[in-house]
């Protein structure tokens, strides 16, 4: 049997607990994944596109809508590449520009409600689903879970900063 670490006996409860949560956790991952892909082929998006959406989805529901520059920082994508992004996914419905009322220069990106009536009638069985089963736990449960995922959260973007971070620059091709 292999020595490497993910593979290797767990010896107490407490490796054990933590070594099913960890495979819980990428079991959830790799098929939230796998939805939200579908969701993109369904509609004819991209990964980048779905990313995107999320990122739009995500700076609302916060009360903090994203700016284009924002995206492109938290997508990592150049300011050429998030303009033909959202002018995709302007043209398909999915998110509207809307301009900063005190600075008409600042553009922010709301989700458009064509895109949204999509998202919500695929994305609706699943909420229902994840409505039944936080049913079965009790608040002061559901507070603990929160707290953990909070933390987890905060770790994976963490290491994906650092990744992000210390990877190389692309070659960049010569001028033709």
């Not at 900063?100 to 998202?119: C, E, H, I, N, Q």
């Not at 449960?141 to 959260?153: N, P």
Request: cysteine-free; aromatic content about 6%.
């Amino acid at each position: 049997m292999a020595t490497h670490g993910m593979y290797r006996r767990r010896e107490t409860r407490r490796e054990q607990l933590v070594a099913d949560i960890t495979n819980d956790l990428r079991r959830y991952s790799t098929d939230a994944q796998h939805v939200g892909h579908a969701f993109a082929a369904l509609h004819g998006l991209n990964g980048t596109d779905l990313h995107a959406l999320i990122a739009v989805m995500d700076a609302e529901l916060a009360g903090a809508p994203i700016t284009p520059g924002r995206l492109g920082e938290k997508l990592d994508l150049s300011s050429g590449s998030v303009t033909a992004l959202i002018d995709r996914l302007e043209r398909a419905g999915h998110v509207r520009r809307d301009r900063d009322t005190g600075d008409r220069r600042k553009v922010f990106l709301r989700y458009a409600d064509p895109g949204a009536a999509l998202a919500m009638e695929f994305f609706q069985p699943l909420g229902r689903r994840t409505d039944a089963a936080m049913a079965d736990f009790g608040d002061d449960e559901l507070e603990v879970v929160r707290r953990f995922l909070t933390a987890m959260v905060a770790t994976m973007r963490e290491h994906l900063d650092q990744v992000r971070a210390t990877r190389p620059e692309p070659p960049r091709r010569a001028p033709r």
